[in-house]
């Protein structure tokens, strides 16, 4: 009987020893604070709030242990200095466009946009279940970062241009608000490309320090009130098919993170990732609708420009590949997906497409 009773006890007080280890394990985990410096300006809740939502779900997932604070640019770093913030331990994390350090390396234009590239949803295939995100965390790697895919605006507009754009000689002497990779493009074609970071681009095209800017689409465009100051808008952004943001995190401070807040991480970024493009599709139509109201110049670049521009993009992309082994690696496997891609997507997505587009249900 007593040995009975023993047996039963012991059983009841493993069966809450156990049902306590996952608490107390929970209770030994440290209370982390981070830094996280965005690219963005914060009145753009959409593509600054990716961080936010990133950061708030990161704090329940650890239950308020890891709490990561965004900073929206420039509070802590310049708009395109977050890249070095991260990789020198300035702050722990970073979110941002890739393609703003092309100047450093054309590679890393890769893990955001490419001219005449990917749209969103092949972006997101290449780099979860092609080669892409092997082959940017290994480039990555070199500069003590780990990278997660952050966000996507979908295919981006062209731009605000004080004259309209109607053969490939407007583009010359051009002072073009445009990043990276499609600068490199249109100073082939005569156009001087300028990096201003979002929160100043309103002022430049006021000032008349540039003559035209890019910068995301109709929800952010409204925002930042650019139809004030230039009232052509082309279409499309053939530079940022589907512009991936990611976040960085040194590589130093992801080791020393314990594996609940590696996955919070994980988590938390696919999330913000896969919202702020729903985001933007929610609100990019109505928010056209008004731009359109307010009489502005709506026009496709003619197709003459738009072949210039992909003929100029084939050159850079082979002069680069000659003298960039590392850009060529890349460029080798992303090219062969691409050409799967559009191929498969002309059957069914495309055509689909066209189509609903020249009907409206009733």
């Known amino acids: 009987m007593e040995r ?27 209370t982390l604070n981070w830094r996280l410096a965005s690219s963005f300006p914060k009145n753009l809740d959409t593509i600054y709030g990716a961080a936010e939502t990133f950061c708030n779900r990161v704090k ?34 970073g979110h941002t466009a890739s393609y703003y350090y092309y100047g450093k390396d054309a590679t890393f234009a890769f893990d955001c946009a490419v001219p005449f590239g990917l749209n969103s949803r092949q972006q997101n295939a290449w780099m979860m279940h092609g080669n892409g995100m092997k082959l940017m965390r290994e480039f990555f790697a070199e500069h003590n970062i780990v990278n997660f895919m952050g966000g996507n605006t979908g295919t981006q507009m062209g731009g605000w241009f004080r004259k309209e ?11 073009f608000r445009v990043g990276g990779f499609a600068g490199k493009v249109l100073a082939k074609l005569g156009t001087v490309p300028v990096q201003v970071a979002g929160g100043e681009i309103y002022t430049s095209l006021e000032k008349g320090a540039i ?4 910068w995301v689409g109709p929800y952010d465009d409204e925002k930042l009130g650019f139809n004030k100051v230039a009232k052509v808008y082309h279409y499309p952004g053939w ?20 594996k609940l807040y590696q996955a919070a991480i994980e988590t938390a970024s696919l999330e913000a990732h896969v919202n702020m493009q729903a985001k933007y599709d929610a609100r990019n139509p109505s ?15 003619p197709q003459t420009v738009m072949e210039a521009c992909f003929n100029a993009a084939q050159e850079v992309f082979t002069e680069e590949a000659a003298v960039n082994p590392k850009f060529k690696k890349i460029y080798t496997d992303w090219v062969a997906f691409r050409q799967n891609q559009t191929t498969w997507f002309s059957f069914a997505e495309d055509t689909f497409s066209r189509f609903n587009s020249m009907h409206k249900l009733k």
């Open 4 to 30: 009975r009773s023993f047996l039963k006890k012991a059983a009841v007080g493993a069966t809450v020893a156990s049902a306590a280890a996952p608490s107390l394990a929970a209770d030994a985990l440290p």
């Open 211 to 214: 003559d035209a800017a890019e």
């Open 60 to 93: 329940e997932l650890t239950d308020g242990k890891f709490n990561i604070r965004p900073y929206a640019a420039p509070e802590l770093v310049p708009f395109n200095a977050v890249l070095d913030a991260v990789k020198d331990g300035t702050v722990e994390m």
């Open 165 to 175: 754009i109607k053969s490939v000689d407007d583009l010359k002497g051009l002072k």
């Open 287 to 301: 928010a056209l609708a008004r731009l359109n109201q307010s009489k502005i110049v709506l026009k496709p670049f």
């Open 239 to 258: 530079w940022e098919g589907g512009a991936q943001l990611s976040f960085y995190v040194g590589k130093k401070e992801w080791d020393k993170l314990p």
